[in-house]
């Protein structure tokens, strides 16, 4: 009975845990006088892969998504009695909390009506303050031995830690809000990606120190993150990997460094 009861909770402890790197797509739907609309579908559609998934609003007009991974999305309402509402191109970042309210306007369903004011440009369903960096920059940005965490230091309240100067440099290594480098939680697909112990000061504070090339976007909270990431007093380097598309691409590269 005891081993029974040790394997149970170790499955739920298992299936319990959250991937930090996915967003929460969730909105309001309302008619044109204010009145919440029940029983709308709503669709979420990845312009990428193709992917979709499909809700219904509750009694007071919500709706939610959850995992939603990074991308470009179109997400469409639509009820009997009502015109479509579309919002294209809903940039979904990582961890966000994508906020997009509907307006129905009374008409036939074959007519279509886009949403812009609908989609909230601020994240305001959320108390962290940080910065995403997104895939242009980690490309195009400058990075003096293609460490993808050097581009934490575009945040508030972030400099250099000592360690990442020393000899040999430590990758990864930053001090935020006066906080020592320890302190930081590095997270890749929602996975712990923190080198722990005292033998690795001339290494790096990540395990997997991913290419650029290989990094969708990343976001670093430097104050107020959400209790679900727990364990330090520092950022957290939320970071998640590129996807593929339906489309075949590649990426060519050439690195060299000679005197």
């Known amino acids: 009975m005891l081993l029974r009861s040790l394997f149970l909770t170790l499955c739920l402890s298992l299936s319990a845990f959250a991937q930090f790197d996915t967003a929460v797509v969730l909105g309001t739907t309302r008619d044109q006088s204010g009145n919440v609309v029940p029983g709308a579908a709503i669709k979420l559609l990845n312009g990428e892969t193709g992917i979709q998934a499909t809700t219904t609003t509750n009694d007071t007009g919500d709706y939610l998504f959850l995992n939603v991974k990074i991308g470009a999305y179109k997400i469409t309402a639509e009820k009997p009695g009502f015109s479509i509402a579309n919002a294209d191109n809903v940039g979904v970042s990582v961890n966000a909390r994508q906020r997009v309210d509907f307006s129905l306007k009374v008409g036939q369903v074959t007519e279509s009506i886009n949403v812009t004011e609908g989609v909230i440009a ?113 950022a957290v380097i939320n970071a998640t990997m590129r996807s593929g598309t339906n489309d075949f691409h590649g990426t060519a590269w050439e690195y060299l460094r000679n005197t």
Do not use: C, H, W
């Open 122 to 234: 601020v994240e305001s369903d959320s108390s962290d303050r940080g910065l995403v960096v997104g895939r242009k920059q980690i490309v195009d940005l400058p990075l003096n031995g293609r460490n993808y965490a050097d581009l934490a230091l575009l945040s508030t309240g972030v400099r250099r830690s000592d360690y990442a100067v020393a000899n040999p440099p430590r990758e990864g290594s930053f001090n935020v809000n006066g906080q020592r480098s320890i302190f930081n939680n590095f997270l890749m697909d929602g996975m712990d990606n923190n080198a722990y112990g005292t033998s690795n000061q001339g290494f790096s504070n990540q395990v997997v120190q991913l290419t650029p090339d290989a990094v969708g976007e990343f976001k670093v909270v430097t104050a107020n993150a959400s209790a679900e990431f727990g364990r330090s007093s520092g």
